[in-house]
């Protein structure tokens, strides 16, 4: 119980850190892009490097430990490409209205746009940024249960990663309606979702949580993970900084987690 605790504690701290974002729109006055930059290189380079290295080796070993070498690997290879593939639609589905991912700076609140176009915006990323952070709820959580180190490590890059969430929710619902409460509120609910994919997760899949399925879920674990990496946060970090700001943190974040590996090895 202690376990699924700690995990939901870890995947609470990730999904509400989009509530970091609100404030640093709200109480600076200019984006820093060269440290965001480089911190969501920082988080892609964790997630990539444990994702391939650790989580996806941990599924195979599951597997095959069930199914044999050729055939463990095999579906160690499919669920892989099966999360990425669920991540994917939930990106084609996802209301399209606002890209959730679209840069936002905190001096855009001093730009005079449409009121009710900012509203829809912050909005529709509220509830696009609310459906993406489902998986990475559940992602969070899964690795926690198997190993709390490796998911200490996975929340503080989920973290990162949702700080530049806020400011694109927090930053047009707040020039839409003056209202720095309300811009908050949303930007804190959209991350709520997370800790909500891993009561879903425990709820659904812990009764029926064997070493095959463990091997399954974790596999897809990881291809989530590679293709938010690759999509979202190496994307994103490029537009707020240096092509080489970003490859640094990139760097960084792999040697930091393989340390970290080779240290509780």
Do not use: C
Request: glycine share 10%; net charge neutral.
């Amino acid at each position: 119980m202690k376990t699924v605790l700690f995990a939901f504690g870890l995947t609470l701290f990730a999904g509400l850190s989009t509530g970091i974002g609100s404030a640093l729109a709200f109480y600076t006055k200019q984006t820093n892009k060269k440290f965001l930059s480089g911190a969501l290189g920082f988080s892609a380079g964790v997630m990539i490097y444990v994702s391939l290295v650790e989580i996806f080796v941990k599924a195979r070993a599951s597997l095959e430990s069930v199914y044999g070498a050729t055939k463990g690997y095999w579906i160690t290879t499919i669920a892989f490409f099966g999360g990425i593939l669920v991540i994917a639609l939930i990106d084609k589905f996802v209301p399209s209205g606002e890209n959730p991912h679209h840069l936002r700076e905190v001096n855009e609140m001093n730009k005079k746009n449409e009121e009710s176009e900012l509203l829809r915006m912050g909005l529709f990323s509220a509830l696009a940024i609310a459906i993406h952070n489902f998986p990475e709820g559940l992602a969070t959580f899964a690795s926690a249960i198997q190993d709390p180190t490796l998911g200490i490590s996975i929340a503080v890059a989920v973290a990162i990663h949702n700080i530049p969430e806020g400011i694109a929710v927090s930053v047009p619902i707040y020039f839409a309606t003056g209202d720095r409460k309300k811009a908050f509120l949303y930007s804190f609910a959209s991350g709520l979702s997370e800790p909500l994919g891993a009561m879903l997760g425990y709820f659904l899949l812990m009764r029926f949580f064997t070493e095959s399925m463990f091997g399954i879920v974790f596999a897809g674990v990881a291809g989530i993970m590679v293709y938010i990496s690759l999509d979202e946060l190496l994307p994103t970090a490029e537009k707020y900084g240096h092509h080489h700001t970003a490859i640094y943190g990139l760097i960084a974040g792999m040697a930091v987690m393989a340390v970290s590996l080779l240290m509780f090895a």
